[in-house]
């Protein structure tokens, strides 16, 4: 049985404070307990993790739960605006009435299937053009001098010290007929009339791409500016050329970098609800849009939370190859 | 080790040999920072060179410009008669064994070895074949699939030279190859390293910071202080005949006094120390400018330690013995203030009467001394007058 070792029952206190609780702890009261304490596996370490447990518990594990159950709901008029799952009935006994037709209508309205698939397809593309942007910064800032990179890096992140909603209201600003990069092209007669940019997925795409680049660029840089440079010297002196030697060496050792970076841009992507609005077409179909919908054109509480159970789902295959890389990354770093 | 006598080839003796490798009034500077100052070195085929000196001395630089990751900032460097410079590292004829090893941490040891030879387009099965006689000869043959993490500290130190040797490279660099390993196995590597280079006929430059390492495996060493060449001889003559101060003080330990050149005769040296409290008799010839100051260096292996006052060699001037017809010359008394037994020798720390803490070792010939020397005893310590060199700063 592990020792507890921390304040205020630690085996290593000298005070006189630590002595007398010591000597507390054994009278037979306190050791009972704290015998139970133990043997219900409860040390200083669980004390810790405790803590982030009972905040997932309650500020996620619970609202799915609860997403979950009215997603097995129907509709009805009131406040809420969804039967009940259990419902004590006439005669005394509970009634369990578990509703299964919103997940049915997912499976055989194609609108829906329509709206994950294009999502998927918006997530996906985005992600690639990320990477692309992404892979050069990043190893720009890993290769750069040290006094260089903190500015480099405050460069990705200061973005985010403004709003994402300006920032997105920014881009209507230089992508709307009549905004900044139209009027200059205009203006220097490069064309006649506007582009047409905006409610475009070319702006979608650049709205989201703009947006999601540093979770990109910062998992990235983090996997290779640990890279060990005598690595790259290594296989330049066995005789392959620094353009090799990066496809050989460097571009191997930073895969889990990518699926880091790819992982946390995809799975908000799927789900972006703002930018498509803002940016995209009228006619952009996508799945965090159709939830709104649900949601708050439509009132149809159980369904809209049978779409994000489905959302969900999808999302959870990309997290669980997310994680199993995170492991393999890690373990790598402990090899070193 | 280093050197069999049988088949000693000495080539830096002869003015006919041709150096494989030149360094030419090679400098390097990194910024303000000078890593490496006008440097020039003739290195041989098939020779074991070692490049000895302390962290930041400029071998590691040197090293490196020979593999071509750094260009000198001004001086030539000549592999086998052609320039170096403007050659990028993967078009040289020399591989390079890393102090970290560097092996790539994604791939295989079979993968790791053949890197080499897959970026020369050498043909599979060629690889393979080679690959396996390599690995068989450095002992790895059943760990081929296994990854670098999976290995111990000394089968990585294999790989990796079984990885800078496959190329058959002309010349092959090792910085600090045995740094990593522990006492027993370094000494087992080194053996090993001098049989592969004999083997393979290699020409190795090897950096380290160790000099027993330097020792055991050089033909000859370059001893490197604040990026100059101190001193070029073989292992030999870098222990016996220090040229400096600071390469006597960093190869083995050493009793240094100080003083000042009395007589300077063809045939002998006499400097007047008052760390020793006597005057030091040289049976060798300097050429140094008078009352210039002087260190005689004395190793203490050569100092014998006595109870009973010394008694002169033959053929030392009559006036420079004592009454009692001992010497009076390269001696002094003192008191043992620390003995360490190291099992195949002792350690005596004395204390001389001018105040002076000089170290003697004597090996321990007989397993019951009769009575052995003890702390706080008074001796006389003496050498033979071939046993100190002078030094100069």
């Not at chain 1, 496809?247 to 799927?270: D, N």
């Not at chain 2, 020399?94 to 092996?103: D, G, I, K």
């Not at chain 2, 450095?138 to 990885?163: C, D, M, N, T």
Request: net charge neutral.
């Amino acid at each position: 049985m592990a020792q507890i070792s921390y304040v205020p029952l630690g085996n290593r206190m000298t005070s006189r404070l630590g002595r007398l609780l010591e000597n507390v702890s054994q009278l037979p009261p306190c050791r009972w307990s704290l015998g139970v304490l133990r043997r219900l596996g409860f040390t200083g370490r669980t004390a810790v993790i405790a803590v982030p447990w009972i905040w997932l518990m309650l500020f996620f594990l619970v609202p799915f739960l609860i997403v979950l159950k009215i997603s097995f709901a129907d509709t009805r008029l009131g406040v809420p605006p969804y039967t009940p799952l259990f419902e004590w009935g006439q005669a005394g006994y509970i009634q369990f009435k578990m509703n299964l037709a919103n997940y049915l209508f997912i499976l055989k309205e194609s609108l829906y299937f329509e709206a994950f698939l294009s999502s998927l397809k918006v997530a996906a593309v985005s992600t690639i053009f990320c990477l692309l942007l992404g892979y050069p910064m990043a190893y720009g800032i890993a290769r750069s001098s040290a006094s260089w990179r903190n500015t480099l890096l405050l460069l990705i992140i200061l973005p985010f010290w403004t709003s994402f909603l300006v920032r997105v209201y920014a881009w209507i600003g230089l992508l709307r007929n009549n905004g900044l990069i139209n009027n200059v092209l205009m203006g220097l007669h490069i064309i006649d009339e506007p582009i047409v940019m905006m409610q475009t997925d070319f702006a979608m795409y650049i709205g989201i791409v703009y947006s999601y680049l540093p979770f990109m660029i910062l998992p990235l840089y983090s996997n290779l500016e640990k890279h060990d440079n005598t690595l790259l010297e290594a296989a330049v002196d066995l005789g392959a050329t620094p353009f090799k030697a990066f496809l050989k060496v460097t571009l191997p050792l930073s895969i889990p970098g990518v699926v880091a970076g790819s992982m946390l841009v995809f799975i908000p992507a799927v789900g972006e609800f703002v930018i498509p609005r803002l940016l995209g077409g009228t006619d952009s179909l996508m799945i965090g849009r159709v939830l709104w919908d649900e949601f708050f054109l439509n009132r149809n509480w159980p369904m809209a939370s049978a779409v994000a159970i489905a959302l969900l789902l999808v999302l959870v295959i990309p997290i669980m190859v997310f994680q199993r890389f995170q492991e393999q990354e890690s373990g790598a770093g402990s090899q070193k | 080790m280093a050197a069999r006598p049988e088949v000693r080839r000495e080539p830096w003796k002869d003015p006919q040999a041709q150096a494989y490798i030149r360094i030419e009034n090679v400098t390097k500077k990194f910024g303000e920072f000078v890593a490496v100052t006008d440097v020039s070195l003739s290195i041989y085929r098939g020779e074991i060179f070692c490049l000895l000196g302390g962290s930041g001395c400029g071998k590691t630089t040197l090293l490196r410009m020979l593999a071509g990751f750094e260009a000198p900032t001004s001086g030539r460097i000549f592999i086998d008669g052609q320039d170096m410079a403007g050659v990028p590292p993967y078009k040289r004829p020399v591989n390079m064994m890393f102090q970290s090893y560097a092996l790539f941490p994604h791939m295989t040891v079979e993968q790791n070895v053949a890197f080499g030879l897959k970026q020369d387009g050498v043909p599979k099965a060629e690889i393979t074949e080679r690959v396996q006689s390599m690995l068989s000869m450095v002992k790895l043959e059943q760990f081929i699939k296994r990854k670098p993490h999976q290995l111990s500290g000394g089968q990585r130190q294999r790989v990796a030279l079984a990885r800078s040797l496959i190329k058959r490279p002309k010349l092959l660099l090792l910085d600090e190859p045995l740094g990593a390993l522990d006492k027993k196995l370094r000494e087992h590597t080194q053996f090993e390293l001098v049989n592969i280079q004999e083997k393979l006929g290699v020409t190795f430059v090897v950096v380290t910071h160790d000099q027993e390492e330097a020792m055991t495996l050089a033909s000859r060493i370059g001893v490197m202080n604040h990026g100059r060449i101190v001193q070029v001889g073989t292992p030999h003559e870098i222990y016996e005949f220090p040229s400096t101060r600071f390469v006597s003080e960093f190869i083995g330990n050493v009793n240094m006094f100080e003083g000042r050149i009395l007589a300077d005769e063809p045939d002998h040296v006499t400097i007047a120390s008052g760390e020793l409290g006597a005057p030091i008799y040289i049976g060798h010839g300097v050429s140094t400018a008078p009352d210039a100051t002087v260190w005689a260096a004395v190793r203490p292996e050569k100092v014998m330690i006595t109870r009973d006052e010394p008694v002169a060699p033959l053929g030392v001037p009559h006036a420079m013995l004592s009454q009692s017809g001992g010497a009076q010359f390269n001696t002094a008394q003192g008191v043992i203030k620390e003995i360490a037994y190291m099992g195949d020798t002792s350690i005596y720390i004395v204390q001389l009467d001018s105040g002076k803490q000089i170290r003697v070792t004597q090996p321990n010939t007989h397993r019951h001394a009769d009575s052995p020397l003890t702390w706080e005893e008074r001796v006389w310590i003496s050498w033979h007058e071939s046993s100190a060199v002078v030094v100069t700063e």
